[in-house]
Every structure is written in C-alpha cells, then in structure tokens.
C-alpha cells in the first residue's frame, strides 16, 4: 500500500492518475500516524515549497519528511549510493533536449542505470545506461521504473555502462580533446600548443 500525504497543496490528482494507471493500491491521507507506518510514501509536489512546509507543519507530519534542500558533496554522494535507479523527470521540450541535467550524469558516475524522458541531449549522454520514454507521460514514465525495477540484471548491466562511458568517454580529459577541436575549427586551423591526433 502506497501512502499519499494530502496537504492540501499537492497535485494529488496527477497522482492518484498514474497510481491507477499502475494498477497499484493507495490511500490519501493528513494523518502522522499513516505517515509513520507507511511502507511507501509520496509527497506530490506543485513548486510551493514554503506553502507545502508550512501545510507539513499544521498537520504534525514534518517529523517524517526531509526535504533537506541544497546539501553537501557527502550527503548526495551517501545517498546516490543507497538508490536503486535514478530518474530524470524533465520533460522533452525545446530547453531540456539540449540539456544533460547533472543528475543524468551523477547516477552515472555512481553506476546507477536510470529511467527519462527522451530527450537528445540526455540520449547522447547515457546511451544504454538508461530507459528512454518516447512521450512526455507520468504513467509511461512511472511503467518504465516499475519494469526497470523488476529486472535486477538489467539494472546491474545499464550502472556498469553508465560508470564505464563517465570514465572513457564523459571525462575531463575527452572534454578538452573535443574543445580544442572545436578551437581549431573555429579559428581556421590547429590550436596553439595542440597536440591532439587525428
């Protein structure tokens, strides 16, 4: 059973939407006690930060949810090792599908395969260390980390490659081979001091 915490500013029909669609069994409640004992928690969120805390607040549920906000190298880093999959939810528009998102490539170098929505960029990025949904829907995307999460061995493959393509291929080194490149392009000819092969 899956706990839905209702504070009275979530989308909690978007939801409750896509929990159906899952087939998956919920409930909706403001209750603490719920929210202690609940194997499962979702907190749906709209961007309201400060109104959402101040709703966790009034019904005595701020106990039993962290939002810690901006935190240190070592909080992620503890937490992105604990995960099973990650998930990059930004959707296909004509802003993200020239962004890799930094989470894309954090799961990646922590070997964590991932689920997201299509979008070129990210497609270039993780390659076959992530699950791609062709269109922008919650419940394709919720389908995909259900499936992803049901299959162990794929999980394990798409992390190795992940790490593998930040080590070879997404590193430093490989950024400046393809800067000066484009330098040279650029500017007509080799770049001063350039040493890349051909």
Not at 40 to 50: D, R, S
Not at 79 to 95: E, F, H, I, K, R
Request: proline residues 4%.
């Amino acid at each position: 059973m899956i706990t839905v915490v209702n504070y009275g500013a979530g989308n909690l029909r978007s939801v409750a939407n896509t929990l159906e669609a899952l087939g998956a069994r919920y409930e909706v409640t403001q209750e603490a006690a719920m929210v202690e004992s609940a194997r499962a928690v979702i907190l749906p969120g709209v961007g309201h930060f400060g109104q959402m805390m101040d709703a966790l607040d009034r019904l005595g549920l701020r106990e039993f949810v962290d939002l810690p906000g901006r935190v240190s190298n070592e909080f992620l880093f503890t937490a992105l090792q604990t995960m099973d999959l990650g998930v990059a939810c930004d959707p296909v528009n004509a802003y993200n599908d020239h962004c890799t998102m930094n989470k894309t490539l954090e799961y990646m170098a922590f070997g964590k395969p991932q689920v997201m929505f299509a979008t070129t960029e990210g497609r270039a990025s993780a390659a076959e260390a992530a699950v791609y949904v062709e269109e922008n829907s919650p419940v394709k995307l919720a389908e995909a980390i259900a499936s992803l999460l049901d299959d162990p061995a794929a999980r394990q493959r798409m992390g190795r490659i992940g790490a593998e393509r930040v080590r070879t291929q997404l590193n430093w080194e490989r950024s400046v081979e393809q800067l000066l490149r484009a330098y040279e392009c650029a500017l007509g000819g080799p770049a001063r001091g350039s040493s890349i092969p051909r």
